[in-house]
């Protein structure tokens, strides 16, 4: 089912607004960079603290599949403990309910959670998990059509995720 809000359940509202680095897609898992600057995550698996997500700029009449442009305003939503988000999830990637997911280290997408012993059921203790999946998903890849946009102009495939 496609949701048309970023912000599925909240349990508070810990909403910022800064400049976009670069182009942000709403649903994207950002950072902050040295300048104050919002940007997607970028370190596959690295940490997120905070854990934040880029929402979509309500306060413009924007959707979820309405960009960011570089230097625009970003509103981003500072999720706490069992909110659930619809973030955007890897193209290509495979995902079951009960997965723990990660920065992809791409666009602020997720992807599984690769534990040490090379198994998504093997945590290693760090602040790269972001959520546990809600919701079973096979992302299409980039130009297939699948998951795709209401307009087909860019490929934003999405999941719900429970923050952990």
Not at 28 to 46: I, Q, R
Not at 96 to 118: K, M, P, R
Not at 156 to 164: D, E, Q, T
Request: one cysteine or more; aromatic letters at 4%; a negative charge.
């Amino acid at each position: 089912m496609a949701y048309q809000t970023i912000k599925l359940t909240k349990h508070s509202d810990n909403i910022i607004e800064r400049d976009a680095h670069a182009a942000i897609i709403p649903g994207a898992l950002v950072e902050l960079n040295a300048d104050d600057e919002v940007l997607s995550h970028d370190t596959e698996g690295g940490n997120a603290v905070p854990i934040m997500f880029a929402i979509e700029n309500t306060l413009e009449g924007k959707g979820i599949d309405d960009d960011y442009a570089a230097g625009a305003k970003v509103q981003v939503w500072i999720p706490n403990r069992g909110d659930i988000v619809y973030a955007l999830i890897a193209d290509e990637e495979t995902c079951g309910i009960g997965e723990f997911l990660e920065s992809s280290g791409t666009g602020g997408s997720l992807h599984v959670h690769v534990g040490d012993a090379g198994d998504s059921t093997t945590v290693t203790i760090q602040n790269a998990i972001i959520g546990v999946a809600l919701e079973a998903i096979t992302a299409g890849a980039y130009g297939s059509g699948s998951e795709s946009s209401a307009t087909g102009d860019y490929h934003n495939p999405r999941i719900k995720v429970m923050i952990v």
